[in-house]
């Protein structure tokens, strides 16, 4: 090839998914037989709900149109209606704008609110995907340092307000959060929105895991907060709630008209989110008394198990998880990464294995995380147990190899 | 609303769609109860063929979820032996990253092969969201003039090669062209494969309406094109091809390793492209023969329409469209923009009206294109003569009101 024909600078530096990277030696360990316990991504067996199938099998259109920009207003209604229900002050249909998949809010949201160089605060270690799109908006994400031993919980307010810069557009809050499963309080809320609102940034705040809340704790929404909405936007998805990942519906709330107008340009320029997903949604929004209770109370079983086994291997630590359905643990290995791969290319048990996503990937800051994972509980009890008893035998023996 | 509180200064350069912006004006005309020709937008009143909508019924998954990042095997399996049947070489699965919609591609293109400045030639006008898509990737497009005048056929090699810069990542191919109509013969497509070779720069194809072919035409693919294949990309759709603009998949297709890897690496930051209609678009690429060939009767049977009726408004002016479902039109109004408004707030005939897109916001060069329009032609036969019926009438009476 001619060397002169090169790729962009940014086009180098997106890093791939730590959640994603190593799914081809996962595929080379299927294709000589082994079974893959997949702890590696946030894809729960949980059934998409009947309704929705019973909803996209019913639509009647002959023509799968483009839809508005902005999402159907079925849809746009019925997550208002949502919104409005646990505190939210008159969020309307107006103020919702249905993105493809709570990544592509991710995106826009970057794109609106800060030019190539700006800064946003996010706690470290933080979703992946946050890094890559910050990698392909070129973006700065200013580490929040949070630590294993202390939950994952924010530092006090002085500490993260000397983080802010003339470039901070933001600050990025995930809750409950994904990697770590942490929950904010009311009062860690607070913190934030009072630098964001003292500051005149804004406060992004992810709330996909919204319901995925254990030992009865409450959530805090940042519409659930007191003070201006204008510098508040949430992030949001279908994707875990209703247990249907692949849909790519998701959606960012508003109440800047400023920033609504920016997304609205931003979705002009890819036409609309996918027509048929959306339909089967307004469904769901719906049901949720449904679907809700049950679901959750699965995965607070699971919680209690994945946190169980990480228990009995000699030397991991991590503090019990308070939402979402992930548990960032430190293991007794230098590399985790290394390790992942080991299980998939070197180890298994009765055929089997066990993929975790390595820590690394999920820190903003060089370094940190390299002997931490990210284990998703998106299995059933047996299984859970079975690859989370595969990842203890895995341990000990890449322990006796690396010795 | 505190006045620190803004957004960027991308965010507020993204051109709304010349496409969709007027549509609120439509939807207040609708209000009113006036029945509006939508010939503003490629979206064709054309059924989504039955295959599709019986693969999708028949999806047999309890769980809908996240699928590969390059989307799924099927699929590209299909679209890479679609390619090799109009005579691209070895095209495998592995070439072939779907995408969420064309524009996905767009927008991934830029970012991999382009950093912030960075320039593509196009030719002018282009598809709106080529302009868009650059604003937020904050790429340059240098305008290759085309006048309606030559049908928007592309100048000579040393015209094209002289708007060459340093700077130059890529030469952007439309054809059958959006918003003009235009088919490149061979010949114009070699011009540009030189110049593209010759400076190491990419060629990147999008061949989203490769059928939509008039008067027996033949297309060129850029991969029908002699010489390296590395430098060549193509963008496509499945939205034009099956009339299905609402599934949102697309897909770029090269055989250059690393526009594959970074397209990966964009690919993951947003997880997968949505999964059941790629399910249903693996069904309809293996019958073709089924689907093409009968629509394309139908679209040229409406380009002659289409043709006939311009052609009867006095002092508006277009060369017959070769393929695609566009013509772009000269037409005797000063600004076509604010024609096109009145004629939703305060024009109708029998109840009715119609849009057109303005032509200003397809053209990269400031002030060109005011008084052009792209009319879509995307009805049947007599809603589409009843249209640009109405299109005449309005035209005489904007013209008697603006005197």
């Known amino acids: 090839m001619n060397k002169n024909l090169l790729i962009s600078n940014r086009g180098s530096v997106i890093p791939a998914s730590p959640i994603r990277k190593l799914i081809p030696c996962a595929d080379e360990a299927k294709s000589r037989g082994i079974e893959v316990y997949h702890l590696n991504i946030g894809q729960p ?20 149109a483009y839809g508005p920009s902005n999402g159907l207003l079925a849809l746009r209604k019925a997550i208002a209606t949502y919104y409005n229900s646990f505190g939210a002050k008159n969020i309307t249909a107006a103020n919702v704008s249905i993105t493809t998949g709570g990544s592509e809010a991710i995106l826009f949201v970057y794109i609106i609110l800060a030019d190539k160089g700006d800064e946003f605060l996010i706690p470290d270690p933080c979703y992946a995907n946050y890094i890559s799109l910050a990698a392909i908006a070129e973006v700065k994400l200013v580490p929040i340092l949070t630590k294993v031993e202390g939950g994952f919980h924010l530092p006090e307010e002085e500490e993260i307000e000397k983080l802010i810069t003339p470039k901070t557009k933001g600050i990025i809050i995930c809750t409950p959060n994904n990697p770590t499963g942490t929950i904010y309080s009311k ?3 607070m913190r934030v929105a009072r630098i964001a609102e003292k500051h005149n940034i804004y406060l ?13 704790r409450k959530h805090t929404s940042v519409f659930n907060l007191p003070g201006a909405d204008e510098y508040k936007i949430v992030i949001d998805s279908v994707s875990k709630r209703f247990s249907a990942c692949g849909a790519r519906i998701g959606c960012v709330v508003s109440t800047n008209e400023d920033v609504l107008k920016g997304v609205m340009r931003c979705s002009m320029s890819r036409l609309c989110p996918p027509t048929i997903e959306q339909v089967g949604m307004v469904e769901l929004y719906g049901r949720m008394d449904d679907i809700i209770p049950e679901m959750m109370k699965e995965y607070e079983l699971r919680r209690n198990v994945v946190y169980e086994e990480i228990q009995k291997i000699p030397g991991a630590f991590a503090t019990l998880p308070e939402g979402a359905f992930y548990m960032t643990c430190r293991l007794p290995v230098e590399d985790a990464e290394k390790f992942t791969q080991w299980m998939l290319t070197d180890f298994s048990v009765d055929g089997k294995t066990t993929m975790i996503a390595p820590g690394e990937g999920f820190y903003v800051t060089p370094g940190r995380g390299r002997n931490e994972a990210r284990i998703a509980y998106v299995l059933k009890e047996k299984e859970l147990r079975d690859a989370m008893r595969i990842l203890r035998e895995g341990i000990k023996k890449y322990q006796e190899e690396n010795k």
């Open 45 to 64: 067996d949980i059934q998409t709900p009947s309704y929705f199938w019973r909803a996209i099998q019913g639509y009647g259109e002959k023509v799968l």
């Open 204 to 216: 992004i705040s992810d709330e996909v895991y919204r319901e995925f809340l254990f030992d009865g």
């Open 187 to 189: 009062d860690e809320m």
